[in-house]
């Protein structure tokens, strides 16, 4: 696509690192403000309570010594005009 686009020296890096630092409950507030599930959230507010739990659940097994400790891939995209 960014060939197509003009771009040339394009170069695509993954980085995957482990983030967090929050403890669980400021990653349980996070978890339910971003991405799809935030914006349904926002969308639906009345929704919120019965998402807790299971988003609570589902973070757990990455709270290690009582903060998130959450793997994450990235990719880092380069490329020249």
């Given at each position: 696509?960014?060939?197509e686009?003009?771009?040339?020296?394009i170069d695509?890096?993954?980085?995957d690192?482990?983030?967090?630092?929050?403890?669980?409950?400021?990653?349980?507030?996070?978890?339910?403000?971003i991405?799809p599930?935030?914006?349904?959230?926002?969308?639906?507010?009345?929704f919120?309570?019965?998402?807790?739990?299971?988003?609570r659940?589902?973070?757990?097994?990455?709270?290690?010594?009582g903060?998130?400790?959450?793997?994450?891939?990235?990719w880092?995209?380069?490329?020249?005009?």
């Amino acid at each position: 696509m960014l060939a197509e686009a003009g771009f040339r020296a394009i170069d695509i890096t993954p980085l995957d690192a482990v983030i967090g630092g929050n403890d669980a409950a400021a990653t349980l507030e996070l978890a339910l403000q971003i991405g799809p599930l935030g914006r349904l959230l926002r969308e639906h507010p009345e929704f919120r309570a019965a998402a807790i739990e299971d988003v609570r659940a589902a973070i757990e097994p990455f709270i290690v010594d009582g903060v998130a400790r959450l793997q994450s891939a990235t990719w880092i995209v380069t490329a020249a005009a």
